[in-house]
């Protein structure tokens, strides 16, 4: 099956179109919510509280699993919550290791909350698309992939019923489903896991970019807490992040005292 078939065959789920921001001071002061039980994809607030208390990508996180769990829960309950928060230096290359983003969620091996860190194109891609977080809570019905579009300004969750399971050849499938050129490929990023998550409590997550060098898709993984086992007991075959045009402008001036 060609990649167009492939397309042609998603079912979109639920759909939300957003405005584009200004990021300030490297926060766009909004977050992305999904419930996958719902179907339902909303946007929440970043508060001065949020910023000043819970700084960075590892605090936005728990800030937001803090406000959305009940207590103490099992990770495979569908209220256990995947997040992914990019930080507020995210994607300014005048800082060493400004592409990475933090990865929270309740682990299969330990029963608490595990973090852990993760390079490739997604973080920036997200924030550029003006979000500092992605939260994804609940449990699909079937296999889905939840589309971030910086350029069209709209979220989906599809159903993704053909693409492959296995790490790499999905993120080929979905850069180049994706992007509209050669050129366009290093602007898409997908997150995924394998099929060892689906038999295993250790499975890890995979955060494509596009290597224009070499002209592949290259991998990059978040291994610590077995996360991706938590990605496929939801029923997510992959994140997918695109944005060319849209990218916000970044206002870092600093403000005299």
């Known amino acids: 099956m060609d990649l167009a078939e492939m397309k042609a065959a998603h079912r979109v789920l639920g759909s939300l179109e957003f405005e584009p921001v200004v990021l300030r001071r490297g926060y766009a002061d909004r977050t992305l919510y999904v419930n996958l039980s719902e179907n339902r994809i909303a946007i929440k ?55 990475k983003s933090l990865v929270t969620g309740i682990s299969p091996t330990t029963g608490s909350v595990m973090d852990c860190n993760v390079g490739g194109h997604f973080g920036p891609l997200l924030k550029f698309s003006g979000f500092d977080a992605l939260e994804i809570q609940g449990k699909a019905a079937e296999e889905v992939l939840i589309l971030i579009d910086g350029d069209s300004h709209r979220v989906t969750i599809e159903t993704a019923p053909h693409e492959a399971t296995n790490s790499v050849r999905l993120a080929e499938e979905l850069h180049h489903m994706y992007a509209a050129s050669e050129l366009d490929l290093q602007n898409v990023s997908v997150v995924s896991t394998g099929q060892g998550a689906e038999h295993t409590l250790i499975g890890c997550l995979n955060f494509s970019f596009y290597d224009h060098k070499r002209k592949v898709v290259r991998l990059k993984q978040a291994g610590r807490g077995g996360l991706g086992t938590v990605f496929r007991n939801k029923k997510i075959k992959a994140l997918v992040a695109k944005n060319q045009h849209n990218r916000p402008r970044w206002q870092m001036r600093v403000q005299a005292p």
């Not at 001065?48 to 728990?62: A, C, R, Y």
């Not at 959305?68 to 569908?78: K, N, Q, S």
């Not at 997040?83 to 290359?93: R, Y």
């Open 45 to 99: 607030p970043v508060t001065p509280f949020m910023k000043e208390v819970f700084t960075g990508g590892k605090g936005f996180d728990l800030c937001l699993m803090w406000q959305a769990l009940p207590g103490p829960i099992a990770w495979d309950d569908p209220r256990n919550e995947i997040c992914i928060s990019p930080g507020p230096l995210c994607g300014t290359p005048a800082f060493s290791g400004s592409g």
